[in-house]
T-cell receptor, first 114, second 112 residues
Framework: KAGVTQTPRYLIKTRGQQVTLSCSPI?????VSWYQQTPGQGLQFLFE???????NKGNFPGRFSGRQFSNSRSEMNVSTLELGDSALYLC?????????????FGPGTRLTVL | SQQGEEDPQALSIQEGENATMNCSYK?????LQWYRQNSGRGLVHLIL?????REKHSGRLRVTLDTSKKSSSLLITASRAADTASYFC????????????FGGGTRLMVKP
């Protein structure tokens, strides 16, 4: 089975621009979660999507949004980029209804905001 | 926000030695998981321990959980240079979907 894939792997943007990141979960996984990792704040939960619905949301401003498609692929969008948005963005997928919610992470998208 | 702290923040040992990392958390949990991350890449799931378990083993890994102290430890025995990575604990609460709350991580360096 193919693992979680994220595109693009690296991205450079300037302040004020917007960006869209993509995540394809493992086949059969319907839950996709997004995390932001920075040296200062560590790993922080952004949001989780399940069956095209946002099930949970972390403490991030409204500039961060996401969606999930019927094939479980997910995108996250960041509008009006700020320097502090530079980070590694990780997505993770998991099986729905699993007793233990083991998460499978993708390689991440490294976003640099100049 | 992060669930808690990991201790130590960095650890340097020689190949063959054991490495112990500790994690503390703040709220009630359903399970606690440990992940490894190599050089800012994706996270790899290592082991999961449920809130009603006290100890779990997987190969060279041993995890303990003390819910009364809200703490966990990860022991890597007979370490290898390939174990060099950052290690994170993450807690899951049943009331939060699949959300994981991560600790700050321990950077482990194993010298050959």
């Amino acid at each position: 089975k193919a693992g979680v894939t994220q595109t693009p792997r690296y991205l450079i943007k300037t302040r004020g621009q917007q960006v869209t990141l993509s995540c394809s979960p493992i086949s059969g996984h319907r839950s996709v979660s997004w995390y932001q990792q920075t040296p200062g704040q560590g790993l922080q939960f952004l949001f989780e999507y399940f069956s095209e619905t946002q099930r949970n949301k972390g403490n991030f401003p409204g500039r961060f949004s996401g969606r999930q498609f019927s094939n479980s692929r997910s995108e996250m969008n960041v509008s009006t980029l700020e320097l502090g948005d530079s980070a590694l963005y990780l997505c993770a997928s998991s099986l729905p209804g699993a007793i233990d919610n083991e998460q499978f992470f993708g390689p991440g998208t490294r976003l640099t905001v100049l | 926000s992060q669930q808690g702290e990991e201790d130590p923040q960095a650890l340097s040992i020689q190949e063959g030695e054991n490495a112990t990392m500790n994690c503390s958390y703040k709220t009630s949990i359903n399970n606690l998981q440990w992940y490894r991350q190599n050089s800012g890449r994706g996270l790899v799931h290592l082991i999961l321990i449920r809130s009603n378990e006290r100890e779990k083993h997987s190969g060279r890994l041993r995890v303990t959980l003390d819910t009364s102290k809200k703490s966990s430890s990860l022991l890597i025995t007979a370490s290898r240079a390939a174990d060099t990575a950052s290690y994170f604990c993450a807690t899951h609460n049943n009331n939060a979907g699949n959300m994981l709350t991560f600790g700050g991580g321990t950077r482990l360096m194993v010298k050959p």
